[in-house]
Nanobody
Framework: QVQLVESGGALVQAGGSLRLSCAAS????????MGWFRQAPGKAREFVAA????????NYADSVKGRFTISRDNAKNTVYLQMNSLRPEDTAVYTC????????????????WGQGTQVTVSS
C-alpha cells in the first residue's frame, strides 16, 4: 500500500513558476513509477509526466515539454514537478499517482492516487 500526499499548489500569474511535491508513505517508494496527472474543470484527466523507479526514464506530455520537469528523491520518498512558464491553460487539479513496472500514460493503469493540489494560473 502506498499513500500519496501532494502539496505546492497555488495561484500564480502567467509566466510564473511552481514546484509541486508528492510525498509517499511506505518503504517501497523506490520501486514505483510515479506520474503526475491533471484535470481541469469540465475536462478529462490528462497525463502530464512520469518518471521510472530509478529516475532514468522520463516521459512528458507534449503540452508541457520544455516547461515542466519531473524528478524524484527516493531517499525522501518524494516526487516533484517543477513547472515553469505557466500558462492559464495549465490551470487544473494536479494529482500524483504510483504504479509498478513500466511508465504508462493511461491513468487507469496507476494503482495509487493522491488527493490532488489546485494550480491556478491567472492571465
Amino acid at each position: 500500500q502506498v499513500q500519496l500526499v501532494e502539496s505546492g499548489g497555488a495561484l500564480v500569474q502567467a509566466g510564473g513558476s511552481l514546484r509541486l511535491s508528492c510525498a509517499a508513505s511506505g518503504r517501497t517508494f523506490s520501486s514505483y513509477v510515479m506520474g503526475w496527472f491533471r484535470q481541469a474543470p469540465g475536462k478529462a484527466r490528462e497525463f502530464v509526466a512520469a518518471i521510472s523507479a530509478s529516475g532514468l526514464t522520463i516521459n512528458y506530455a507534449d503540452s508541457v515539454k520544455g516547461r515542466f520537469t519531473i524528478s524524484r528523491d527516493n531517499a525522501k520518498n518524494t516526487v516533484y514537478l517543477q513547472m515553469n512558464s505557466l500558462r492559464p491553460e495549465d490551470t487544473a487539479v494536479y494529482t500524483c499517482a504510483a504504479k509498478t513496472l513500466w511508465i504508462q500514460v493511461r491513468a487507469i493503469l496507476y494503482d495509487y492516487w493522491g488527493q490532488g493540489t489546485q494550480v491556478t494560473v491567472s492571465s
